[in-house]
C-alpha cells in the first residue's frame, strides 16, 4: 500500500509537471502572436514614416521657415526609423532566449519522465523477482515435506526410538506445512496485489508516453511557428534595410 502510493503521488507530480510545461508552450505560443502583430504594426509605422519622409522630399523646395520645418520633420523621422531597426534586433534577440530556455527546460522535465518510468520498472522487476524466489523456495520446501512423509511411513514400526524421533519430525514438519501454508497464503495475496499495482502501472507508463507524445507535438508545432516567424522578421528587415537605404539616397541627393 505505500509503495502504491508512492506511485500514485509520484504520477501526479509528474502530471502537475506536465500541465505546467503545456502552459508554458501554450505562453510561448501566445507571445509568438502578440510579437508578429507588435511586429506587424511596426512594419505599418515604418512603413507610414517612409510616404511621409517622401511626401516631404518631393514637396515643392522652398527657403522658408515651413521648408526647414520639413527638414527636421525628415531627419527625426529617419532617427525614429534607425531607432526602430535597433529595436526589433533587440527584441529578437529576447524571443530566441525565451525559446532556448523553454526548449532546455523541456529536454530537461522529459528526461526526468525517463527516468521515473526506467525506476518504476526497475522495482517491478525487483517485486517480481523476490516472488519467484520465495514461489521457488515454498516449493522446494513442500517436496520435502513430502519426501519426509514417504519416508516415515516406510520405517519400522517396531523400532520406538526412531518412531519417536519420526513422530516428532512429523509434527515438526506439519507445523512447519502450517506455518508455509500461511505464508502461501500471505504470497498469494500479495502476488495479486503486485498484478493490480502491474496493470495500474502499465495504465500510468501508457499515459506518461501519451503525455511525452503530445508534450513533443506542442514542441515541434512551437518550433515550426517560431522558425515561421524568423523568416518573416528576415523579409521584413531585408524590406526595412532597403527602405532605409533608398532614403539615404534620396536626402543625399536633396
Known amino acids: 500500500n505505500g509503495n502504491l502510493h508512492f506511485i500514485i503521488s509520484d504520477r501526479d507530480n509528474i502530471k502537475k509537471e506536465l500541465d505546467n510545461l503545456h502552459g508554458e508552450v501554450q505562453k510561448l505560443s501566445n507571445e509568438k502572436i502578440e510579437i508578429f502583430e507588435l511586429l506587424k504594426g511596426k ?5 507610414s514614416l517612409k510616404d511621409s519622409i517622401q511626401s516631404s522630399k518631393h514637396s ?35 524571443y530566441q532566449t525565451q525559446i532556448k530556455l523553454l526548449t532546455d527546460e523541456l529536454e530537461t522535465k522529459t528526461q526526468e519522465l525517463l527516468n521515473v518510468r526506467k525506476e518504476t520498472n526497475e522495482k ?4 517480481n523477482l523476490k516472488i519467484d524466489d520465495q514461489t521457488d523456495e515454498i516449493a522446494n520446501i513442500k517436496l520435502e515435506i513430502n ?12 523400532n520406538e526410538e526412531l518412531s519417536n524421533k519420526l513422530l516428532e519430525l512429523q509434527i515438526h514438519c506439519t507445523k512447519l506445512e502450517s506455518t508455509y501454508n ?4 500471505a504470497q498469494n495475496e500479495i502476488i495479486n496485489l ?20 503530445e508534450l513533443r507535438e506542442l514542441l515541434q508545432k512551437g518550433l515550426e511557428a517560431h522558425n515561421e516567424l524568423e523568416l518573416q522578421f528576415e523579409s521584413m528587415k531585408e524590406s526595412y534595410m532597403n ?12
Do not use: G, H, Y
Open 43 to 47: 512594419n505599418d509605422e515604418i512603413i
Open 124 to 127: 517491478l522487476l525487483s517485486a
Open 147 to 158: 519426501r519426509l512423509k514417504k519416508l516415515n511411513e516406510s520405517k519400522d514400526e517396531k
Open 243 to 254: 527602405d532605409v537605404k533608398e532614403l539615404e539616397e534620396e536626402r543625399q541627393k536633396l
Open 194 to 213: 503486485l498484478n493490480k499495482n502491474n496493470d495500474e502501472k502499465e495504465k500510468e507508463s501508457r499515459q506518461k508516453d501519451e503525455c511525452i507524445a
Open 182 to 185: 500461511k505464508e502461501n497464503e
Open 60 to 94: 515643392t523646395p522652398t527657403f522658408d521657415s515651413s521648408s526647414t520645418k520639413s527638414n527636421s520633420t525628415t531627419a527625426l523621422n529617419e532617427i525614429r526609423l534607425q531607432f526602430m531597426d535597433n529595436r526589433f534586433k533587440e527584441e529578437k534577440n529576447l
